[in-house]
């Protein structure tokens, strides 16, 4: 507890309120989300920096996915793929006023890099500044995907200023249309506009977002007015909340999918075609229907359409067929004992599913597959617990099956994630004693293709082996429900989760 209130005071002194005006209902934005932060290194915690704008990437990255420029201008990289030559926009300050040169930008990169995080997956050797305004990235084996992990929210650029011994994050100078004005870890978090913006000015003074840890009590603060924009709304109240004339409602579809993560090296789980059967009893329309209310959500592939590469277009859609699953068991020697449930060599089919309440709809989704796989016989017993018992499980192997939202869109392009996932050790929130060779040249492979159509092939190569395989068992699209109250002008919404558009906003 003393550790808590010395980190707030630290913070506090960091960030004093030195504005002449104060936070108001007129000139404040407010946003009710389900985000938790627990301090101001970018790290890990980058992820709420980066969407209310105080910190910014070298690169940026529009709706579908493109790499856009941000604080770098633009890059040359080597025939080999090695050297990657950025140059740095001119005339950006940072909060604290000191001005955006290559020296600031190579030291945050080799913060982040020495650090758990993005950056150590693109195979760094070296990160050097190359007079004021280039920097030199050098590479040990080609990595293509190098600009969209630098526009990872963990690989800001800050301020020199902003850190002290030992490279710790003791000051949040970063180089956005807002500045932190008041930090409350881990529920709210208050910017203020930053009059020195390189880029389009911020028309609100202050923005506040805070953190609502029930769904429901984001939907009580939209309707009575207490939020301009909640987040992450339950499809349940999405009817009442329609029948408010203040509000607007917005379903954004995400790169996030629901998945089923599974211990591929439980006895019951090691053979795909007990993986099949599962998946078949799953009854994925009814889900979209009924428990997520976003009927067409419904899927077995990890990534949306808008991942094109990776998404298969001439993939089966998903079937329910109960009948063929309990097939798929019976050869697998399961039979079905005195009470209707399955039975091998006297051992019931039982499994744990755990899941988090964080995002409201896992909960459902949880107990409405406790009810369509024991049609097929199948005991799953569901606990609800925090998130970070999953990769927990992973890391000592008592994970049987875990529900998750998986965000494939955390780095633009999705083969830093997925090769994370699905390469020979698995990952926290990925693959579970599984591997596959091809699947892991090929994403060797990807990581200095440059042609696009060869990348296309072979990214459609790598999904259909997922696909194939089911080390994951996907479920549903996820959408996003989002209130906006009508004072509100000039809302959008980033389906990557890297900025709120704030400077966009007026009332």
């Known amino acids: 507890m003393q550790f808590f209130i010395t980190f707030l005071l ?141 526009a990872n929210y963990a690989n800001a650029i800050l301020s020199r200023h902003s850190y002290g011994t030992d490279d710790k994050v003791v000051n949040l100078y970063g180089s956005g249309p807002y500045t932190v004005y008041e930090l409350a870890p881990p529920h709210k978090l208050t910017v203020q506009r930053f009059g020195d913006y390189w880029g389009k000015k911020a028309s609100i003074e202050f923005a506040t977002y805070l953190t609502g840890h029930r769904a429901e009590s984001r939907v009580l603060q939209a309707s009575s007015g207490q939020a301009d924009i909640a987040l992450e709304l339950p499809p349940a109240s999405l009817m009442r909340l329609k029948m408010n004339p203040q509000l607007a409602l917005h379903s954004v579809s995400l790169p996030r999918t629901l998945i089923l993560k599974l211990n591929n090296g439980h006895p019951f789980l090691d053979d795909v075609n007990a993986r099949k059967a599962l998946s078949l009893a799953i009854d994925r329309k009814g889900l979209a229907r009924a428990v997520l209310r976003t009927p067409g959500s419904e899927s077995d592939q990890l990534l949306p359409k808008s991942m094109g590469n990776w998404h298969l277009d001439s993939h089966q859609a998903p079937e329910y067929n109960l009948e063929k699953a309990q097939q798929l068991l019976k050869q697998l020697g399961w039979t079905r004992n005195s009470d209707g449930m399955l039975e091998k060599q006297g051992q019931p089919f039982y499994l744990t599913l755990i899941t988090y309440a964080d995002r409201p709809e896992l909960t459902n989704i949880a107990t409405a597959l406790q009810a369509q796989w024991k049609k097929l016989g199948v005991n799953l017993r569901v606990d609800i617990t925090n998130s970070s018992a999953i990769p927990a499980g992973h890391q000592d192997g008592s994970l049987d099956v875990a529900l998750i939202a998986r965000n494939y869109g955390v780095i633009p392009d999705p083969l830093a994630v997925l090769s994370s996932d699905f390469g020979p050790q698995g990952g926290d929130w990925g693959a579970m004693n599984w591997s596959n060779p091809e699947l892991n040249e090929l994403f060797a492979q990807l990581s200095q293709t440059t042609d696009a159509n060869a990348y296309r092939e072979k990214a459609q190569r790598a999904a259909k082996i997922i696909a194939d395989e089911l080390p994951i068992i996907a479920i549903s699209s996820y959408t996003n429900q989002v209130a906006v109250n009508k004072r509100v002008k000039g809302f959008r919404f980033d389906p990557f989760g890297r900025s709120y558009y704030l400077n966009e906003m007026e009332f």
Not at 136 to 150: C, M, W
């Open 10 to 150: 630290m913070i506090s002194a960091a960030f004093p309120a030195l504005a002449e005006t104060e936070p108001t209902k007129t000139n404040t934005l407010l946003l009710s989300g389900s985000l938790e932060f627990t301090n101001i290194d970018p790290s890990s915690n980058g992820y709420i920096f980066t969407r209310m704008q105080v910190i910014e990437t070298l690169f940026d990255v529009d709706e579908k996915g493109t790499i856009l420029p941000s604080l770098a201008t633009g890059y040359q990289v080597s025939d080999d793929l090695k050297t990657w030559t950025i140059q740095l926009r001119s005339g950006v300050k940072f909060h604290d006023g000191s001005t955006l040169d290559a020296q600031a930008a190579a030291y945050s990169l080799n913060v982040a890099l020495n650090k758990y995080g993005s950056l150590g997956k693109a195979h760094v050797e070296s990160i050097k500044a190359q007079g004021s305004n280039t920097l030199i990235i050098t590479l040990n084996q080609p990595f293509v995907s190098l600009p969209a992990v630098l």
